[in-house]
């Protein structure tokens, strides 16, 4: 039997299992354990262990849970309400200002948490029912936060890029610089269209509350403490003072201090809730990417990456229907799957393709991101919708899905601007750290 018909089974197989409802990790192993049996005998997983605990040897996977603690402790805290309200208090003089600070504190504390579902939650139990106070339509209150929880993947500190450039063999610091500008692209598109559909909806901007100078000073020391960390994380980073692993360390042990010392979380069940829930999300990424090293060793053994790789080479594609096809590819697996799953199983892959077309592999990056992004707001998955409806029971799935569709085709737009201009995402990066060799 050829690669490409092995190839076939092995994808009809991870589909069965993941309808099937069993966990990611668990579908690449059981998989990849059943296929070396099965074609190469018992004496094929000789090795699995071994290779699993190599997949887990990298060093610098040990930002993945540092960054995780770092965001546990920022959203255990009411840094998220804090943040909230001070951009409200500095904004709310502008046209739109409590959907610009709506917006924004999704941008900011998704950079900070890195979760996009503890964004939704955790700026939404705040910013859903002050926007539908104030008249803004319920699609767009709900659709605006489900989608700015999103732009924490893409804006640094990111947890994905980090899972990326581990994947790839990428750099994690020229990842975060790519994602950068074209993460601040995504929230001003996000603005402006909740602007533009508050506007069109007749709601009244003339329509603001009054804010004292002291009002918006005093609540500063909350939250500038956290936006520095964030400035000090990536500073040492492109600075080349720390590597990932010890300014993500760093990072966590501030967070903590800043949780402890600002808002006074000195019980140790606080601290305990902290570490308990990033040990689980750490144990959780790091099992899949254990089990996808194994996956991926089992896909070369068969040939099957490379006779992909060499088949698409060959076909001769326009370097434009590629992308086209690769981003459709994407969007279709962001619907079922969560982007780390969808990171390990198919960027090792689609990587080598994409730079032998001539296209850079940052840039790139950036773009497989955002398609990841569209996939939180995307049913049957789309995890942000849920968090949004637990938090709004009243307002139907519809409406929320509804208000992000909009969200959804201003990544589109920007996966355009970014074809068309790609040094939104490698200008930075190679201006920074030089262009790619």
Known sequence: MGPGMIGLLIGLTVFILLALSVPVGFT??????????????????????????????????????????????????????DLYEALDRWLNRLPGGLIISNIGACSIFAALSGSSPATCAAIGKMGIPEMRQRGYPDGLATGAIAAGGTLGILIPPS??????????????????????????????????????????????????????WKSRFSILPRVLPFLSIIFGVLWVLYGGVATPSEAAGVGAAFCILLAVIIYRMWNPRDLWTILSSSMKESVM??????????????????????????????????????????????????????????????????????????????????????????????????????????IAPDIPLATILKGALPFMICMVIGIFLLCLFPGIATWLPNSMMGPVL
């Open 28 to 81: 690449l192993i059981i998989t990849a354990i059943g296929f070396l049996v099965a074609f190469k005998g018992p004496i094929a997983i000789s090795t699995l262990a071994e290779n699993y605990f190599a997949g887990l040897a990298e060093f610098t996977l040990l930002s993945i849970p540092m960054f995780i603690v770092m965001g546990a402790a920022v959203a255990a805290s009411p840094a998220g309400k």
């Open 159 to 212: 947890i994905t890029m980090i899972v990326y450039g581990i994947a790839t063999e990428t750099s994690i610091g020229r990842l975060f610089l790519a994602g950068l500008l074209p993460g601040l692209m995504l929230t001003l598109l996000f603005m402006a269209w909740s602007l533009y559909t508050a506007w069109k909806s007749g709601y009244n901007f003339s329509h603001k509350r009054h804010v004292s």
């Open 285 to 390: 990424i790091l099992t899949i990417i254990g089990c996808a090293a194994i996956f991926s060793q089992m896909l070369s053994s068969f040939y099957i990456t490379q006779s992909a790789a060499e088949a698409i080479a060959a076909a001769g594609l326009n370097k434009w229907v590629l992308i086209l096809t690769i981003n459709f590819f994407l969007l279709v697996a962001g619907f079922f799957l969560p982007p780390v799953a969808v990171i390990l199983m198919t960027a090792p892959i689609l990587l080598p393709i994409v730079i032998h077309a001539g296209f850079d592999p940052y840039w790139f990056a950036v773009m497989f991101t955002i398609n990841m992004e569209i996939g939180l707001i995307t049913p049957p998955v789309g995890l942000n919708l849920y968090v949004i409806n637990s």
